[in-house]
């Protein structure tokens, strides 16, 4: 089954603190997998993907196949960074759906 | 330039009725997604178009939806007799190609209250 597994539903990080957001996914195939982002107010945005091997807003994300996970990582948390996060898996090479996890709410204390 | 437009963005519909949400994507995108977003839940598939064609249904929870995209570029996804468990954020997204190499640009949605 293709699923997306984001563990925890609120994240509460103090700012300048270091962030991991967890992402793990069950996927039969070679899946492209993402970050979405929802920013109180706007709409669902497309955060980073793997296969571009980007940093975008200071976070980077590393699929490890062994453990089947696409944890989000900053080394330093900013107030804006607060939103909803949503991490994603799409099949590879395909014009095709996106699976999304529920979500984690990632809240940065000031 | 415009991004991905969605109507209404508030609907109230009582237990039964029909509605029809609207989807107006980028210009020039051949692809358009539907998705379904339950309070508390991350997006969930319902339906896709690559132009006029509904390429993939298999997230419509029921026959009572119903998806359409005649001319290949605005999308209608019609609820009939609505249920309590209809209601939810509606979210459109449309992108000009595979979202391997290209963005899926959502709507802002239209939630779905069914009363």
């Known amino acids: 089954a293709q699923r997306v597994t984001q563990p925890e539903k609120l994240l509460s990080v103090f700012k300048g603190a270091p962030v991991e957001l967890k992402c793990n996914y069950s996927y039969s195939g070679s899946p492209e997998l993402f970050w979405y982002v929802q920013y109180s107010r706007q709409r669902l945005q497309l955060l980073l993907r793997h296969i571009s091997r980007e940093s975008i807003k200071g976070f980077t994300a590393d699929l490890n196949k062994g453990e089947t996970s696409f944890h989000l990582k900053k080394p330093f948390a900013q107030e804006e960074d607060s939103a909803m996060y949503y991490c994603?898996?799409?099949?590879?090479?395909?014009?095709?759906?996106?699976?999304f996890g529920k979500g984690t709410r990632l809240h940065i204390l000031p | 330039g415009a991004g991905v437009s969605q109507s209404p963005r508030y609907k109230v519909a009582k237990r039964g009725q029909d509605v029809a949400l609207r989807c107006d994507p980028i210009s020039g995108h051949v692809s358009l997604f539907w998705y379904q977003q339950a309070l508390g839940q991350g997006p969930e598939f319902l339906t896709y178009f690559q132009n006029e064609a509904q390429l993939d249904k298999s997230g419509l929870p029921s026959d009572r939806f119903f998806a359409e995209r005649p001319e290949g570029s605005v999308s209608t996804l019609k609820i009939q007799r609505t249920q309590q468990e209809d209601s939810a954020v509606y979210l459109c997204?449309?992108?000009?190609?595979?979202?391997?190499?290209?963005?899926?640009?959502f709507g802002p949605g239209t939630r779905l209250t069914v009363t």
């Open positions: 994603a898996l799409s099949h590879m090479n395909r014009d095709d759906k996106i699976i």
């Open positions: 997204a449309s992108t000009s190609g595979p979202p391997l190499y290209y963005e899926q640009y």
